[in-house]
């Protein structure tokens, strides 16, 4: 093999290891939309809102899925499908995000995050006033 032929391989060598990386980088991206904006992706992202307490939610052992209603920051509201059980502190969550994509009419989740009330939080009771 000449030095010109083995310079062109080594060149397409990391051409093709650049656009694989380039491809894995795009697809590790994650956006928050809202789920308007989620319709029109095709690929994984996140969407923040509140968990609706008044519509149905259950768990199937079935499918070992857990649905949800949920309502993102514009009041969109929506189904959400997560593969695996109820997240832990789900019920008392100021805030819930799902990460995912829309699926047959429904936001599939593949991991919901939730933002429980921080008990480190001051609520103004327990704050004195020194005099001087």
């Not at 060149?11 to 697809?27: E, N």
């Not at 928050?32 to 519509?55: I, L, P």
């Not at 514009?74 to 990460?99: R, S």
Request: hydrophobic share 40%; net charge positive.
């Amino acid at each position: 093999m000449s030095k010109k032929s083995k310079t062109i391989t080594g060149i397409i060598i990391i051409v093709v290891f650049l656009a694989i990386g380039f491809v894995s980088f795009m697809d590790s991206k994650i956006e928050y939309v809202n789920f308007a904006e989620a319709k029109d992706r095709m690929r994984t992202v996140e969407v923040k809102g509140q968990w609706v307490k008044g519509k149905e939610s259950k768990f199937d052992g079935a499918t070992n899925t857990f649905s949800f209603y949920m309502v993102d920051d514009f009041n969109n509201e929506m189904k959400v499908v997560l593969d695996g059980a109820k997240p832990n502190n789900f019920d008392v969550a100021e805030a819930v995000v799902a990460k995912g994509k829309m699926k047959d009419g429904y936001f599939h989740a593949k991991d919901v995050l939730t933002k429980c009330p921080s008990k480190y939080e001051a609520d103004g009771k327990d704050v004195k006033k020194t005099g001087s």
